[in-house]
């Protein structure tokens, strides 16, 4: 039998299966397997049936744990039911994961296996995840390749269902979720043929149901409980014979055959390296490598880890077999072993005492291997069977590091290749925006599904949002390819983006005689003098045919802007030859069609054009007679950059983090911040130039700047005597300060080239109202100039906040920000508060921050946007879990609070050697002001000062605790899917209490950093991932389930709307001693529209009404007044008019018109609604005060309500 | 009173056609109007630029942010089905034919020569009882001439015509230099209708904020005059169907509609103000007015007082502007 041959990755091979074979599936998104979650949902949104021909329902939860129980419900209640998870999420499904297994009841859960969480979170792939499941009763069976994705998803499938064993099916996140690979497709009779009708139906027979009522999840007693749990042990035990079976049931229908354990290599091998996952592929391709040179090696392959079959096991392994190393792809800190080579151990152990058998004598090693992804290639598997062929091997050992601290690593031929001849590799290097990664996805499926080839596509992104390099890894050859490690040699280069030459060594991977593109402004005749040395020589010394295309002036002229893709992809095929020239491109305008048909014709139009006239713009170069004469690559950090910079920043940003050895890091996590600023990413192509001749000097520029890269000082006039020529200046129009110089300064190399600063800037030239007091010109020439201006600028002595006795926006913005150059999307809605905050209370911050945007911008090594003051303070910056942080941040709390308790006690103690007056003062609360702030300061230095001269171990502790008597601001950051949904229990009980925190949520109404799927938070009628035709329900108003507690300060801001609104909130809530709440719009890509315009949307936000600007103050209630003010109540445009300029409404429009009618009438009702409850509350006159209750350090900083609603 | 009336051969109750508008893009709204005896709909018309740019849009907005960041690949679920605009339009064509008796017009708005072609087949598929090719058009290319531009709307039509079997009408502004010359050229290149005339819209000054201001100007009866010298002089050189648009509010402008030689009024401002109901009040007030004016029949009304019949003729031509002038100077009193 034909099967269809496709190109897909691990993560839809696994959905495919589980889609067709489930009614139920109960979901969450996480990294890196939400794709299978979506997948589902979509082909269920589409129409699309199991095989049984019934729609799945697919429902997403509030946390994985809530996934977990849903389909422990559906599960016990009949229904064949999936789940896809990983890493933490997976973590959160143990409980029912026991629960599940000790009911016996048939279930197969997908995992995209990744590391967990310890000293740092990793989105990469490991087995530290599905390792901490092991003791769950869960049969585990594991895939190594994206076409075992696919296989064992259905195996599991059936054995689950004849076993009754629920089945952990997992396979390497990324390396096989991710990879792209033609495999051949199980059709629906295939599965069909699998599923035994009597096994599904004594399935559904022992379902809850009130026709046949039974009791389960009883409570045991000591009489019967271990009884009861012993009385599986028989499934248990027959469920290897089980699989096995399936297995061969599998081979006889499709011709792939399986083992519960696969033996590879030679069948008299000596040494044999046992593991599971990806890792095996290359294993085997090293085994026969090895092999053909007459090694005795062999590779055991782990199919079925649990129940681990011991009979299995030992049968598996060659008679000859003298040597054995076992691979643990995860890590146990402080146990014995890692878990797989316990397992070998126990059964090698066993098989020898009960047979005394040719085993009994084997050497057995045990190491640890690719830990969050970290490459594992054949020159490792090859340097773990050299130490098999040691008289003393390492014992314990790990393979891929330098560990120069315990000394575990072996070493290993880095340069090891047995990559075939007849395997062509190709890397390319694009920007996220470009689409490369997308052509490239495309090129995999033409070379797989349209010739006789194999193909294998891997993509590596970037840590960064914002002006990500993506690097394409290409195979393809007439064998299958099982590589499973990025290309080290390829015949075929390509660099998308001219100025990665000046980063990244990208012709390392070029091999002798090898094709490089470059996508380059410059023609033929003039390229090469302005290529780096470095390239210069590669090109010479590996003798490179060399080809350029101005990629991005025939993207233009084709009105396809900055996407280069489709122009990239055709130059590939015209130069590689894969295909015949004329078929390829008839190929990629398929293609195309297909990819984009959807979107629409223009968009297929315009890609085909820019198709058609690229290969009259593609060129060689010719390059002999050529000399290597161009400038060196510049340094990544400058000469000045600290030592820790230089030596651990520097080389994780120019790619070569893999080399840092073992002592170079922190063993407990902890790196320092303050590090962005030595990134000078150089990623704008525009940036924004001040004119301050029409400059109104009001600092809207700089507070919406995502990235903190424009920036205001006031200054005395007197410095400028040191300025450079170009740096510009006027005198501050304001004479507040006395007589000022006002400036405002971009910093070019950092800028991301949003045009945010732009957009809001509402000063006009007014002989040329295109222009305003902020223009967008190119970077490139300005580089060098608004360098020395810059670092001029920085040297300015910084605005001293104490000296105002209110902080106004602009003001503000005279405050250095401690929270500058993220790696945030640009135009990010999120990073202007987080930047407000850090100018607010940055030198006495302590964030806790929740998984997600967020924490990534915020802590996504290899560098930390969270700086320092010239005093050296900053803020305290960590994340603990997605799930868990509002708990987290009120731990920094309690800490704080019991620390600065303890100084006061300490104090007292001394309160006569340090005088009880100066102990009382400085004992006494300190008002959250800037001015009150500097003179506790004071105080502190001087108690400081005072106890240099008391030699008593309590004098050593107070002096340690001293700076506590300064209040620290306790703030715990997150996006809506941490506080509506997964973390909302941990946030709801946080509130209730009255210890002093505050939240704040940055609220994009969506998952934004696993990829826009639904939270609580998502309005109305929007499409989002798992809610395709627009979300059905109201978004949730956490802010009104907040002020029902009554002691709770709650905001709703957004920042495009009012930028004084939100200033005053999140004064007033760091004011306020008991727990705040701010709830902040945040646009997102995932809206999908040109983030340009983001505050003018969230104008319209406000201005129609689905985001009601609010501060409810619980010392207003204290004081006699309605603790709400409604700030803006929307009504002033319809909801409509909102939701037609963004594409998440747009596209519900576009699928159903009638539908999107219904729901904008529907938002706009229920705006209307929402704001007539507000407006009820907030001419509510509570009962005042009569004690207890929160005490109120400071009065309110409004208590009157707005004239119209007095009125 | 029999209202009947004959456009681009179609037999319609009556000289009420709902033109181009929100009210004729939602089915709910076309029921009403259905309901108030509107006798021809004519639906938004698809504007190949609009079209254009909102797929453009939509694919930045989707591919532009995907596959750069490990995980987020994408933001929005990759549907498996069709979004294009255009098919949104053709979707609704096909369900206000499939929920309305009155004959639909679809209108089309496109740029590059084949979208017209393209856009009227498929329209035609979906069940248009007839085409509104609409000319808007502002001419901002110094380089292109009156005449090329006249040349490449009358391709457009006789490629369009080509290419479907409905009969087509083209929606005309009143900026050509000879429109007499050129209405004349749509006909003998297939025209089977003109409409009289487009309304622009014309932007105005935020001065303070120093920005264009786009708001919907809703016409007047004031404007109709422009029409009714158009109509009364077009009428008496073609032969195909006439109507007017831009101005009809009450039942004396339709009266000079079709005394000037429309065959029937496409109301729109009239709508939007009143509500669809008030195509009832007007069908029932022409036909008061015929009946308490001595009229059989709509049709012995339709170009009374066209060119060719007019009392004085010089009224539509520069005579006319001569007579003004004189008449202003009896009032102007100077300063």
């Known amino acids: 039998m034909t099967r269809k041959s496709v190109t897909i990755d691990g993560n839809e091979a696994a959905a495919s299966v589980a889609f067709r074979l489930n009614e139920v599936a109960a979901i969450y998104p996480i990294t890196p397997s939400s794709p299978m979650a979506e997948l589902c949902d979509t082909w269920s949104a589409s129409g699309r049936k199991n095989i049984w021909g019934d729609t799945v329902s697919i429902t997403e939860m509030q946390s994985e744990g809530g996934a977990a129980g849903a389909v422990h419900g559906a599960l016990l209640a009949g229904a064949l039911t999936t789940t896809f998870t990983a890493s933490q999420g997976l973590l959160l499904m143990i409980p029912d994961m026991y629960k599940i297994a000790g009911e016996l009841i048939p279930f197969v859960m997908h995992v995209a296996a990744r590391t967990l969480a310890t000293h740092a979170l990793s989105i990469f792939g490991d087995h530290s995840d599905v390792m901490a499941c092991r003791q769950t009763g869960f049969a585990m069976l594991a895939s190594s390749s994206v076409q075992e994705a696919h296989d064992m998803a259905c195996i599991a499938q059936a054995a689950t269902l004849e076993s009754r064993i629920p089945f952990l099916h997992f396979f390497d996140g990324f390396r096989t979720s991710h990879e792209e690979v033609k495999i051949e497709l199980l059709s629906d009779d295939d599965l069909g043929f699998m599923m035994r009708d009597d096994l599904i139906k004594a399935n559904r027979s022992r379902s809850l149901s009130p026709d046949r009522p039974v009791l389960r999840g009883a409570t045991e007693n000591p009489d019967t409980f271990f009884q009861t749990r012993e009385a599986s042990n028989s499934f248990y035990l027959a469920c290897a014979q089980i699989v096995q079976r399936v297995m061969q049931q599998f081979a006889g229908r499709t011709g792939r055959s399986y083992d519960l354990f696969e033996y590879y290599g030679d069948k008299t091998a000596e040494r044999v390296v046992v593991l599971m996952g990806s890792g095996a592929q290359t294993a085997i391709e090293t085994v026969e490598r090895l092999e053909n040179q007459g090694d005795k090696v062999g590779v055991l392959v782990v199919r079925l880890y649990r129940p681990f079959s011991v009979d299995h096991f030992i049968s598996a392994l060659p008679k000859t077999l003298k040597a054995l190393a076992v691979l643990d792809r995860t890590k146990e800190a402080g146990a014995v072993a890692d878990p797989l080579y316990l397992d070998v151990f126990t059964a090698l152990r066993e098989y020898g005492n009960a047979e005394g058998t040719h085993l009994a004598g084997v050497r057995l090693i045990g190491g640890r291997y690719g830990l969050s992804s970290k490459e594992f290639t054949p020159g490792m598997v090859k340097a773990v069977f050299d130490e098999l062929r040691n008289d003393k091997p390492k014992n314990r050992f790990t393979i891929g590091i330098d560990d120069d601290v315990t000394h575990l690593s072996l070493p290993y031929d880095k340069t090891y290749d047995i990559e075939g001849g007849d395997v062509v590799g190709a890397v390319f290097f694009g920007l996220g925006s470009d689409g490369t990664v997308g052509a490239n996805k495309n090129s995999i499926k033409i070379i797989g599904e349209e010739t006789d080839n194999f193909a294998q596509g891997y993509y590596v992104y970037d840590s960064k949002k914002s002006g990500a390099v993506t690097i394409s890894h290409l195979r393809f050859g007439p064998r299958p390819i099982r590589s499973a490690y990025l290309l080290r040699q390829a015949k075929f280069i390509a660099c998308h983006q001219f100025s990665f030459l000046e980063k990244l060594d990208m012709l390392q991977y070029a091999a002798p005689g090898a094709v490089f593109l470059l996508n380059s402004p410059y023609g033929a005749d003039e390229v090469w003098e302005h290529l780096p040395e470095e390239v210069q020589s590669a090109i010479m010394g590996k003798q490179l045919r060399f080809f350029v295309i101005d990629g991005g002036r025939v993207a233009r002229e084709a009105g396809m802007g900055s996407r280069i893709n489709t122009i990239m992809q055709t130059c590939f095929f015209a130069i590689s030859g894969v295909l015949p020239r004329e078929e390829a491109i008839d190929k990629i305008k398929g293609s195309i069609k297909k990819t984009y048909g959807k979107k629409g014709e223009e968009v297929v139009r315009r890609n085909w054009a820019a198709v058609d006239t690229t290969l009259d713009n593609l060129h060689e170069v010719s390059v002999s007679g050529r000399k290597v004469s161009g400038r060196p690559r510049p340094p990544i950090v400058p000469d000045q950059a600290p030592d820790f910079i230089k030596k651990v920043t520097a080389p994780m940003m120019r790619g070569e983090g893999d080399r840092l050895p073992v002592s170079t890091f922190s063993p407990d996590g902890t790196w320092p911040t303050a590090t962005t600023q030595w990134e000078k990413r150089n990623i704008a192509y525009e940036v924004p130039v001040w004119d301050p001749a029409v400059c109104i000097q009001c600092m809207k520029c700089s507070i919406h700047c995502p990235h903190a890269t424009i920036r205001g000082k006031i200054f005395d006039p007197a410095l400028l005597s040191n300025a450079p020529s170009a740096f510009q200046s006027v005198p501050l129009h304001s004479k507040n300060f006395g007589e000022k110089q006002f400036t405002i300064q971009v910093a070019a190399e950092d800028c991301t080239g949003c045009g945010l600063c732009v957009t809001v800037c509402p000063a006009k030239n007014k002989q040329d109202p295109k222009r305003k007091a902020i223009n967008m010109t190119p970077q490139a020439p300005l580089r060098e100039q608004q360098r020395e201006n810059y670092a001029f600028f920085l040297g300015l002595p910084d605005f001293d906040r104490s000296t105002v006795d209110t902080i106004d926006v602009k003001t503000s913005q005279y405050i250095t920000p401690l929270f500058e150059y993220s790696g945030a999307c640009a135009g990010c809605g999120e990073t202007p508060y987080v930047k407000l905050l850090t100018q607010l209370y940055g030198d006495r911050l302590l964030i806790a921050n929740a998984t997600g945007c967020s924490s990534i911008y915020g802590g996504n090594l290899p560098t930390c946007p969270y700086t320092t003051d010239r005093e050296g303070r900053g803020p305290a910056w960590a994340n603990s879990l997605f799930e868990d942080n509002a708990e987290f941040g009120l731990g920094f709390r309690l800490a704080v609070d019991a620390q600065r308790n303890q100084t006061e006690r300490l104090l007292r103690g001394f309160g006569s050697v340090l005088e009880s007056d100066f102990v009382e003062e400085v004992t006494k609360p300190v008002p959250e002001s800037d001015k009150d702030i500097a003179l506790q300061r004071g105080r502190v230095r001087e108690l400081k000062r005072r106890l240099q001269s008391i030699t008593t171990q309590e004098a050593r502790r107070l002096e340690m605790l001293a700076d506590y008597l300064v209040p620290k601001s306790v703030w715990i950051l997150g996006g809506d899917g941490w506080a509506y949904d997964i973390g909302y229990g941990g946030l709801d009980h946080v509130l209730s209490t009255k210890h002093n925190v505050n939240i704040l949520v940055l609220d994009t109404g969506v998952y934004s950093n696993t990829g826009g799927q639904a939270s609580k938070a998502t309005p109305l009628g929007a499409a989002a991932k798992f809610a395709a035709h627009g979300k059905d329900t109201n978004e949730k108003d956490l802010g009104l389930m907040a002020m029902s507690y009554g002691h709770v300060y709650v905001a709703s801001v957004a920042l495009g709307a009012q930028e004084g609104h939100t200033l005053k909130a999140f004064l007033e809530a760091g004011s306020y001693q008991g727990p705040s709440l701010i709830i902040a719009y945040s646009h997102c890509i995932a809206h999908g529209y040109d983030l340009r315009l983001g505050p003018q949307q969230q104008k319209l936000a406000v201005d129609c009404g689905v985001w009601p600007l609010y501060r409810y103050d619980p010392r207003r209630a204290d004081a006699g007044e309605p603790p709400l003010i409604v700030d803006a109540e929307g009504g002033k445009r319809p909801v409509s008019e909102y939701m037609t300029n963004e594409t998440r409404f747009k596209m519900v429009e576009k699928l159903d018109p009638e539908a999107f009618r219904r729901y904008a009438a529907e938002s706009q009702l229920a705006a209307e609604r929402r704001m007539a409850v507000y407006r009820h509350i907030s001419q509510l006159r509570l009962p005042a005060s009569k004690g207890g209750g929160t005490t109120p350090t400071e009065g309110p900083a409004e208590t009157s309500l707005q004239p119209e609603k007095e009125a | ?335």
């Open chain 2, 1 to 335: 009173m029999d209202l009947t009336t004959t456009y681009l051969g179609l037999t319609l109750r009556n000289p009420f056609i709902a033109g181009p508008s929100p009210l004729t893009g939602r089915l709910d709204t076309i029921r009403l109007l259905e309901a108030a005896g509107i006798a021809a709909i004519v639906l938004p018309p698809l504007f190949e630029e609009q079209i254009s740019n909102e797929q453009m849009a939509f694919f930045h907005s989707i591919d532009t942010p995907a596959e750069s960041f490990a995980e987020a690949l994408s933001y929005f679920s990759e549907q498996e089905h069709a979004i294009v605009a255009s098919e949104a339009h053709i979707a609704h064509l096909v369900a206000v034919k499939k929920d309305t008796d009155v004959p639909i017009i679809g209108a089309i708005n496109a740029v590059t020569p084949d979208r017209w072609t393209d856009y009227a087949i498929r329209m035609e598929g979906a069940g248009a009882d007839a085409l509104e090719l609409d000319f808007y058009f502002v001419a901002i290319d110094a380089s292109e001439s009156g005449e090329e531009i006249e040349r490449r709307f009358i391709d457009v039509l006789r490629r369009v015509k080509e290419s479907v079997r409905i009969p087509v009408s083209v929606k005309l502004t009143a900026f050509h230099t000879s429109l007499a010359h050129f209405a004349r050229s749509l006909e003998a290149a297939g025209a089977d209708g003109l409409v009289l005339l487009h309304r622009f819209y014309e932007p105005d000054l935020d001065i303070k904020n120093l920005e264009p201001l786009f708001r919907l100007q809703l016409s007047d009866s004031r404007e109709l005059l422009l029409r009714l010298r158009w109509l009364a002089i077009l009428s008496g050189k073609v032969a195909c169907s006439l109507a007017a648009n831009g101005g009809v509010h009450s039942v004396e402008d339709t009266v000079k509609a079709v005394m000037t030689g429309a065959d029937c009024v496409q109301l729109t401002s009239a709508l939007l103000e009143k509500g669809s109901g008030y195509a009832a009040t007007l069908r029932d007030g022409l036909a008061a007015w015929l009946e308490q004016n001595g009229y059989d029949s709509l049709r012995q009304m339709r170009g009374s007082m066209n060119i060719e019949r007019i009392p004085d003729p010089r009224a539509l031509s520069r005579a006319h502007y001569m007579h003004l002038m004189d008449s202003w100077g009896v009032h102007y009193k100077g300063g």
